[in-house]
């Protein structure tokens, strides 16, 4: 669960067309949209192939959305909602309030004492907080959620936590449905942050875990830090570690009251459902959860970028390599034409980056590119990593990719190709369309991002209109030294100049 | 499967009490009506998956195939007897690098750059892999691109010329891959794991630059002729077509191609006696990554059953796992940590336990993890194995989530020799697993006392020594 999303994969941005076949062609007609009076938007598709469901819930809310001082927020706002309501994952709510306030003094005095190294109030501190840590489990019933779900047949119950959005997700038996209404409504309404503390510890570890250990995270992180000045686009989903260990439950509950909120809210449900049952249910179990005030807006502006930022990461692996240029964002025309760059360059084995660098040059191991990098609610990133063959270094790399960069901005391309690509975004698509949970995570990623799910449906059209002078234009306009940054992952040197 | 139990009746009995618990209580009203879990009623699910049609072709190749008409794809998939087990062991790589050269190194009828052009203007894909046991051809096509889908996907699988420049290439890309794959904490504690369990066995195996240097043109050829045979493979087709059309312009592309016997070189028995260990690698930085564990069992064993729920209760569940419970969530000393029981088709899986805590915490966490192998020896509670009964039964569904997936499961019965109504009787055999046999299996089948241990982590930050687990060495990734 929880993963914070810092991988790089431009997961949503390929092949959500409209097509000839009779499931494409109907989803405009066959996806329902219903609003309830608190704004909460739902979106049904019928698919009875299986009497499965698969279950989104996307809250508009992530990484952007936390004040300085803060980051981690948001994913950790995720964890904390698997960890129960009033009426679930405890054995008497009533009496586990007074304790859990305690928790808090006593967490909060713990905090301070070890950020200033009292070590005698440390060790008086820890030992209050241990007992009442004691007395407050045994009132707890251990991950309930996950094991109703589990036991009820559910799978890939899970959450996720990006720059732009936090999401919750399950797959059930279609049978189920009231179960997961009842659930998920009480948990948007009645949270309760029981078990901060090590929960708080657990995502330390993930942390180490995922950007510690792991060089090719450290070097995404220091990338979009250096590539983004003023943006929150530059802070990392999981925290620095000294705000996640200085979160509180107090910053957590304010960050719910403003964004777990319906109005702030898309769920979608896709599968084997009777559309009428399921707008009746929701209604039901969400329909009573009051609306909140409209979150609040960013105000913050990324200033234009006046030359090439570089940046070194020196970590005990092979070396990889970063190149991003600012772009435009959902719903400029420019970032459909990106959309097309990011298949032509890299799509394939036919792709242009790919024939060049592996197949011809063979200077690189690999290479792919994304574009609308770290999000997309706000302007973002032209992305292109990749890693070198050995010998070859991230230079001889960069000069390879900058090669396939000037010929896009001086040379047009030809017909055939941007057919190839239209091709293969609507062969991925109709392919896409076999899966459930796909389809429900596109239906709640678009209506939120882009305003309106229809976006899947009208991206091919816009992407067929995209010309070959338009692509040269956008690459002149956004490929340039002066709006990019680089950033390299390098072994460091040791005594014998070899690696360790 | 015909019908899903209505599992209403089988809520595990805390779950009500604990809510009868809070109703009596009545505590503090939450926004909006919540009845008690316990309380909802759900209709029973009817439901029978699709059985595909099995054909066998003149020559012994083997259809499956299932009509889906629902999106105008085809899927078709060739599951073949070959696999890495069969390689020399100076030549560790080759099964991998003839399939997926197969595929990248041309046919007679398209150079690759052809094979390359028309099937990515068309949307399609045609991709092969050799894995330990079986190699897989297997392509995806749009229904009105079936016929050169076709040629293609026929021609790499009987076909591949393996040119030369592109043989280079794949050897380069596979020694690349060698240098960057300690990159990653917890695939190095993986990999040396299976190799500290099996050896020299072909299951410990890995490649090293050499043997892929040793590896040649002549090598491929060789072995792709060696194993590609039509009574060595199974074709699973699913999508958008016609049963018996597709049958007949199946048998008119593959009918002339000869069977022939293959006489497959003997593999060599798993080890059984293998001793306790306690290795570290160390690697500065992060957590300290673990695994520990030994030898598992057979995908043919009858205790699987009983194996399969006392591991989801143990370790193989996520979050309502007692590893997961007392380690990461009680402790807060990992993000991740589970068990996993791999059962192993032709020989012994591995049973592992895994997870990842900062090096200040390593040796506690390696503690508490064969503290709960010794727990679940003792004793387990008749709620617990409900519970994992009822998880595993009622989420059994989403292994029919395609009809690809549907026809992949008949030919992996087939190609084991398992029997064709294995899925359908699974739900009911975990339904008869009892308390008992979840104790004799945790008994017979783990062994805390004779485990091997492997750290990947920077020992001078470990919060105790390792020695208490055993004698402790130092090994280094990808040595002998």
Known sequence: MALSRIRFTAVFLLGFLWTQAAMAQDLQDRVIEHRLKNDLTLLLLERHELPTVATNIRIKAGGVDELPGSTGLAHMVEHMLFKGTKTIGTRDYQKEQALLEKIQTVGNALDQAERKGKAEEISLLKTEFQKAQEEHRKLVIKDEFARIYSENGGVGYNASTSKDVTTYVVNLPANRLELWARLEADRMANPVLREFYSERDVVLEERRRGVESVGASRLYLEFLATSFLAHPYRLPVIGWESDVRSLTPQKLSKFLETYYVPNNTVISIVGDIDPKEVIALVERYFGPIPAGPPPPSLIVEEPPQKGERRVQVLFDAESSLYIGYHKPNIPSREDYVFDVIDALLSDGRTSRLYRSLVDEKKIAYSVSTSSGTPGARYPNLFVLRAAPRSPHTTRELEKGIYAEIDKLQSELVTPRELQKIRNRLEASFLMGLNSNSGLANQLTYFQTIAGDWRYILNHRRILGTVTPEEIREVARKYLTPENRTVAELLRPKTDNGTKP | ?480
């Not at chain 2, 790499?156 to 300690?182: C, H, M, T, Y």
């Not at chain 2, 491929?220 to 493979?233: E, K, V």
């Not at chain 2, 591995?350 to 090096?359: D, H, L, Q, S």
């Not at chain 2, 339904?431 to 046999?437: F, G, L, P, Q, S």
Request: hydrophobic share 40%.
């Open chain 2, 1 to 480: 499967m015909k019908k899903l139990r209505n599992p209403s009746r089988r809520i595990a009995l805390p779950a009500i009490a604990v809510l009868l618990g809070f109703l009596l209580s009545g505590c503090a009203a939450p926004v909006g009506n919540f009845p008690a879990v316990s309380d909802l009623r759900y209709k029973p699910i009817q439901w029978v998956p699709a059985e595909p049609e099995r054909r066998v072709l003149k020559n012994g190749l083997v259809l499956y195939l299932l009509e889906d008409h629902e999106l105008p794809v085809i899927h078709i998939s060739a599951t073949s007897r070959v696999g890495s087990e069969y390689e020399p062991a100076d030549k560790v790589g080759l099964a991998s690098l003839t399939g997926s050269t197969m595929r990248t190194g041309g046919t007679e009828s398209f150079s690759v750059e052809e094979m390359d052009d028309t099937l990515e203007f068309l949307g399609a894909g045609v991709e092969s892999s050799i894995g330990m046991e079986s190699g897989q051809v297997s392509m995806g096509v749009l229904r009105k691109d079936l016929d050169t889908g076709l040629r293609i996907f026929a021609d790499v699988l009987r076909r591949p010329v393996f040119r030369q420049n592109r043989v280079d290439l794949a050897k380069s890309q596979a020694i690349e891959g060698i240098r960057r794959r300690n990159d990653h904490p917890e695939r190095i504690a993986q990999r040396e794991f299976a190799r500290l369990i099996y050896g020299d066995h072909p299951n410990g195996r890995m490649a090293t630059v050499q043997s892929i240097r040793n590896i040649t043109r002549q090598d491929m050829i060789d072995f792709h002729r060696l194993y590609y045979r039509p009574r060595q493979i199974f074709l699973g087709i699913a999508g958008d077509f016609q049963t018996e059309e597709m049958v007949a312009q199946l048998s008119e592309i593959f009918s002339n191609w000869e069977a022939a016997p293959v006489a497959y070189p003997p593999v060599p028995p798993v080890p059984r006696e293998i001793s306790p260990s306690v290795n570290v690698i160390n690697k500065e930085g992060g957590q300290a990554t673990v695994v520990l564990g030994h030898l598992g069992v057979r995908f043919n064993n009858p205790d699987l059953y009983a194996l399969r729920v006392m591991n989801h209760i143990l370790g193989g569940s996520g979050l309502n796992s007692r590893l997961m419970r007392e380690i990461r969530s009680d402790r807060g000393l990992a993000y991740t940590v589970g068990s996993s029981l791999g059962a192993g088709v032709r020989d012994l899986g591995t049973f592992r336990v895994a997870g990842g805590t900062k090096p200040q915490t390593a040796t506690e966490m390696i503690s508490l993890m064969i503290k709960n192998l010794r727990d679940i020896q003792k004793d387990v509670k008749p709620e617990e194995v409900e519970a994992a009964k009822e998880a595993i039964i009622n989420s059994f569904l989403f292994t029919y989530t395609s009809k690809s997936a549907i026809v992949a499961q008949q030919i992996f019965l087939e190609f084991h020799d398992l029997p064709r109504d294995y899925m359908r009787t699974y739900p009911g055999k975990i339904a008869r697993v009892t308390r008992e046999d979840v104790l004799r299996v945790a008994k017979q089948y783990l062994h805390p006392d004779h485990l091997i241990i492997l750290v990947v982590g920077d020992e001078k930050k470990f919060d105790r020594s390792l020695s208490q687990f055993g004698t402790a060495r130092t090994i280094r990734p990808d040595e002998p």
